[in-house]
């Protein structure tokens, strides 16, 4: 037997669902095809992290670390420009972000792309291991990657769908969380780990398309892998290991 709905039910579930369709959208990222839930639209998440990187870029500058190193700064915006061009043709809507490229000598700075296209990269990193350019295009197709699968905005959601008070939470609140609440990291160790690999593959194929050498791409991996101590936190990322078996399979894929 079906019950009846009430009038009342009927509202209250319409509402319900126009609420849900304001505050989130799915899309999907290119290449993998993996399917993804945002509650923060990208204009807002863009306007965020364009603040956020004026801010570490002050702070940079102000301890005289920022594109303090003009050759390899060179390097690495001649090297990512072919990148971006790449990222571009797989979506065509990053034509459109504000794209910028910087370095910093601050040991403690690997590498980061920001949604929008902020892109930091730390020359201590390069030097250590010894980059030639087309591993330091995997790198840098890595980060950028991260950019192209909307992979911040996809965690601010995440931590916006942790909180009670969705969909009111504000945008700096899910980032403060992100970057400092152990608890909402450990929870999205899962999802960041996902993202990783994600990361690595796309990247390879943005380098791939870019038309640097699939070579290069697994001897970043393996430098990776002799790194000593190990350069990314475990809890987060696959291990170095397994990034090298993923770029050996895909390398053979992509060579094909």
Same mark, same amino acid.
């Given at each position: 037997m ?9 509202g209250?579930?319409?509402l319900? !669902? ?13 290449e993998t ?5 945002f ?7 863009h306007a965020y992290?364009a603040?956020?990187y004026?801010?570490?870029l #002050?702070e ?12 390899l ?5 001649r ?8 990222a571009?043709?797989?979506k065509?809507?990053a034509?459109?972000w ?6 910093t000598?601050?040991?403690?700075w690997? #590498?980061?792309?920001?949604?929008g ?8 990193f390069?030097?250590q !291991?010894g980059l030639d350019?087309g591993?330091l #295009?995997?790198? $840098?197709?890595?980060e950028?990657?991260?950019a192209l699968?909307?992979?911040q905005?996809?965690e !601010?959601?995440?931590?916006a769908?942790?909180?009670p ?5 504000e945008i700096?609140?899910?980032?403060s ?6 608890g909402?990291?450990?929870?999205l ?6 993202q ?5 593959q796309?990247?390879?194929i $943005?380098?791939?398309?870019a038309?640097?050498?699939?070579v290069d791409?697994?001897g970043f991996y ?6 000593d101590p190990p350069t990314?936190r #475990? ?8 990034? $090298? ?5 895909l390398a ?5």
């Open positions: 079906v019950s009846k709905v009430s009038k009342g039910m009927v209250r579930i319409v319900f !669902l126009a609420l849900w369709l304001v505050c989130a959208a799915v899309a999907q990222v290119p095809g993996r399917w993804q839930n509650t923060f639209s990208p204009e807002a998440v992290t603040t956020r004026r801010e570490i #002050a940079l500058d102000a301890k005289g670390g920022l594109d303090d190193t003009p050759a700064t060179e390097r690495v915006s090297i990512a420009e072919t990148l971006i061009r790449s571009i043709a797989l065509r809507e034509a459109t504000q794209w910028e490229i910087h370095t000598s601050d040991a403690d690997v #590498a980061s792309c920001m949604a296209g902020k892109l930091l990269v730390g020359t201590k390069i030097q !291991l350019d591993e #295009a995997t790198l $840098l197709g890595h950028i990657a991260h699968a909307e992979h905005r996809e !601010l959601s995440e931590v769908l942790l909180d008070t969705h969909p009111t939470i700096e609140t899910a980032a969380r992100l970057e400092t609440d152990l909402v990291q450990i929870r160790a899962r999802l960041s780990r996902i990783e690999n994600e990361a690595d796309l990247g390879m $943005l380098a791939k398309n038309s640097w050498p699939i791409m697994v393996q430098k990776l892998v002799d790194a990314f #475990a809890w987060s990322h696959p291990s170095a290991a397994a990034r $090298l078996n993923m770029a050996q399979i053979i894929l992509l060579g094909r």
